[in-house]
């Protein structure tokens, strides 16, 4: 769990620095970003998901994007040090996020089977 979320700080750096309209002051700032979003994920999408399940069966499971961006922007509410401009961006910063933690897992769990 820890190397995950180590994981997820990188990742938070890296597309704080690259993405416009996402700022992240500080390394502490983008781990606290990670526990709180990993905190959202396991507690709140789950009961979003169920509740737009419709909506999420009709856009072919697109919806799940949006869904992904208000976690993210739960979490700009709850981190002083992170901003995220809008909805749009956030879900792009959520896409990105998520390659980037899938690029190091891959990596990651290569490491640990050694």
């Known amino acids: 769990m820890l190397t995950r979320i180590l994981i997820s700080t990188i990742s938070i750096m890296v597309v704080g620095y690259l993405l416009p309209g996402v700022v992240v002051s500080s390394v502490f700032s983008a781990f606290v970003v990670a526990v709180v979003l990993a905190l959202l994920n396991s507690i709140i999408r789950?009961?979003?998901?169920?509740?737009?399940?419709?909506?999420?069966?009709?856009?072919?499971?697109?919806f799940l994007l949006v869904i992904n961006g208000f976690i993210v922007l739960i979490a700009n509410h709850f981190v002083r040090g992170f901003s995220v401009s809008g909805l749009f961006t956030a879900i792009i910063f959520s896409i990105l996020v998520s390659l980037i933690n899938a690029v190091l897992g891959i990596n990651s769990s290569k490491k640990s089977r050694k």
């Open 46 to 62: 789950p009961v979003l998901i169920i509740l737009t399940l419709p909506v999420t069966i009709i856009t072919l499971g697109l």
